[in-house]
């Protein structure tokens, strides 16, 4: 069985660009949730998606967003770039997250590396 | 809201101890699950062990065991035999019905040969 896959693992990108990255979740599985790892903030949660419908949201600004397809693929868009936003992206899968306790735990992918310059 | 604190930033044991990672956490929820994860330099998060917040017994999965303390909102590890390989980011983590997770800024382990 396939874990999650990010691509790419790894970016350079510009100020003021803008960047998406993506993420497969283990098959079966409709929930996706992205996380940002620095080394000041340590991991902190961007947004979940279950069946398309964003359900969850962290304290980031608007210029992250993200989207889940049909397929529960998941795509996260950062705009207008910033140096503070070079980080470890990070996308998780779920079986479950209905909105109730059944979940039992994320499996995560390996990270999207990105470098802004 | 809720927050998780580790308060051990680095560690060190050398091979075959035992070595035990502090975990507190805050809420004022009565249901929720918590986590350890592992992660190592290559960067992917690997679940070592789950806890729900209403069973009181503690979670064990083969060398790993947590001694969970609900009301002292307290979750450590313990690793028994620890091994070269269990060298790695131990992040402590909560997660409540909004299926969030909220994670500690981890403690680096490092197991001595």
């Known amino acids: 069985k396939a874990g999650v896959t990010q691509t790419p693992r790894y970016l350079i990108k510009t100020r003021g660009q803008q960047v998406t990255l993506s993420c497969s979740p283990i098959?079966?599985?409709?929930?996706v949730s992205w996380y940002q790892q620095t080394p000041g903030q340590g991991l902190q949660f961007l947004f979940e998606?279950?069946?398309?419908?964003?359900?969850n949201k962290g304290n980031f600004p608007g210029r992250f967003s993200g989207r889940q397809f049909s397929n529960s693929r998941s795509e996260m868009n950062v705009s207008t770039l910033e140096l503070g936003d070079s980080a470890l992206y990070l996308c998780?899968?779920?079986?479950f997250g209905a909105g109730g306790l059944a979940n039992y735990g994320y499996t995560f992918g390996s990270g999207t590396r990105l470098t802004v310059v | 809201a809720q927050t998780v604190t580790q308060s051990q930033p680095e560690m060190s044991v050398q091979e075959a101890e035992t070595v035990t990672l502090s975990c507190t956490y805050d809420?004022?929820?009565?249901?929720?699950?918590l986590f350890w994860y592992k992660q190592p330099p290559s960067r992917q998060m690997i679940l070592v062990i789950r806890?729900?917040?209403?069973?009181?017994q503690n979670a064990t999965e083969n060398r790993f065991s947590v001694n969970f303390q609900k009301a002292a909102k307290s979750f450590s590890l313990k690793i028994s035999d620890s091994q070269l390989g269990d060298t790695a980011m131990y992040f402590c983590?909560?997660?409540?019905?909004?299926?969030?997770?909220?994670f500690g800024k981890g403690t680096r382990l490092h197991i001595l040969p």
């Open positions: 809420t004022s929820e009565n249901n929720y699950y």
């Open positions: 806890q729900e917040a209403y069973k009181q």
């Open positions: 983590a909560f997660m409540n019905r909004d299926d969030k997770i909220i």
């Open positions: 998780a899968s779920s079986s």
């Open positions: 098959s079966g599985h409709r929930s």
């Open positions: 998606y279950f069946s398309e419908t964003q359900r």
